[in-house]
């Protein structure tokens, strides 16, 4: 079956990094790619942007832009994003899905990685 | 961006009743709209794609239509499990959310 398995809590200090990651399987790797969506405390859900795991093409939100990386490594079949110069409003829970497409449907999550940005 | 706004913001009924959930766009998506219920602690999970179409595993109860700008997520029998937190989400073009409906046992 299909699975994502994402990596553990983190906790960061304002103006550094996170990388999180998600490690798939259950399916073909590189014929899907990886959506990453965060969702704040008590909030809804902000879509992140996309990853092709097939030739490594991404699509971020603009307001992200310059802020995250994302990439996605055949051969260990796992997706990774990078957020930098955290600031308090990027706590959240983070997520990766299964998607065909920079736009379709989320059809399998992660469990979801809680980051804490606080001094 | 394309804007989805869900209504209403907190749906009460009880068990058994039937839930009719909204969601408008601010331009067309033509069909490209899914549902996702999300329960307390737990990530998403795909309900409808296509704006009518049930994911995989997904009981009958639950369908979806429209088209264009105006979608419904219907639910004909409530069941305990199914109160929780649903979103729409379009994929006309860049994806976006809309904010939630949250529907609570009375």
């Known amino acids: 079956q299909v699975q994502l398995v994402q990596s553990g809590a983190e906790v960061k200090k304002p103006g550094a990094s996170v990388k999180v990651s998600c490690t798939a399987s259950?399916?073909?790797?590189?014929?899907?790619?990886i959506t990453w969506v965060r969702q704040a405390p008590g909030q809804g859900l902000e879509w992140m942007g996309w990853i092709s795991a097939y030739n490594g093409n991404s699509n971020y939100a603009q307001s992200l832009q310059g802020r995250v990386t994302m990439i996605a490594d055949t051969s260990t079949t796992t997706a990774y994003m990078e957020l930098r110069s955290l600031r308090s409003e990027d706590t959240a829970v983070y997520y990766c899905?299964?998607?065909?497409?920079?736009?379709?449907?989320?059809?399998?999550w992660g469990q979801g990685t809680l980051v804490t940005v606080s001094s | 961006e394309i804007i989805l706004t869900q209504s209403p913001g907190t749906l009460s009924l009880s068990p058994g009743e039937r839930a009719t959930l909204s969601c408008r766009a601010s331009q067309s998506v033509s069909s490209y709209l899914a549902w996702y219920q999300q329960k307390p602690g737990q990530a998403p999970r795909l309900l409808i794609y296509d704006a009518s179409s049930r994911a995989t595993g997904i009981l009958d109860r639950f369908s979806g239509s429209g088209s264009g700008t105006d979608f419904t997520l219907t639910i004909s029998r409530l069941e305990p499990e199914d109160f929780a937190v649903y979103f729409c989400q379009q994929y006309g073009s860049s994806p976006t959310f809309g904010q939630g409906t949250k529907v609570e046992i009375k």
């Open positions: 899905a299964r998607g065909f497409a920079v736009a379709a449907k989320l059809d399998h």
């Open positions: 259950g399916y073909t790797f590189a014929s899907y790619g």
